[in-house]
């Protein structure tokens, strides 16, 4: 099966033409450099993403807290990332940056703050 997808590591965007044999890749056509065949490769035996999310805040000045992986993690554990910070809650304050979690769904990333959160106040 021939996959079509587009370089995204570098500004130059080539297109690859991916050979794809029983899950496997078997041929990378298209990449001006080696960069692109391993991003080929890694796009379609076993795709990354970073997740980012927002989790509820309790007591905070933010409603919803914004979040995300400090590192990409399986693209088939996305889903499961999303029902556990959905599941969250935050209620001490955090800077932008903070580590929320330091082994997120033993992935081995960090999932972060992305943005300040201060306590309410007259609470
Ligand atoms: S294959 Fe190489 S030159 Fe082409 S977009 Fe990817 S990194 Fe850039």
Redesign the pocket.
């Known amino acids: 099966m021939i996959k079509k997808m587009t ?1 995204i ?2 500004p ?3 297109t ?1 033409s991916v050979d794809i044999e029983n899950c496997k890749v078997a041929k990378v056509d298209g ?3 080696p ?2 065949t391993a ?1 080929a490769v890694s796009e379609a035996e076993s795709p990354v993403r970073i997740f980012t999310a927002t989790v509820m805040a309790d007591g905070l000045n933010l409603k919803l807290v914004p979040v995300r992986t400090d590192k990409p993690i399986p693209k088939r554990d996305i889903f499961k990332a999303a029902e556990e910070t959905g599941r969250m809650r935050i209620k001490a304050p955090l800077e932008a940056g903070d580590t929320i979690i330091e082994n997120f769904l033993g992935l081995g990333v960090k999932l972060v703050a992305t943005r300040e959160a201060t306590r309410l106040t007259g609470r």
Request: hydrophobic residues 15%.
């Open positions: 370089c590591e570098c130059k965007g080539c690859l990449a001006k450099c960069k692109g991003y």
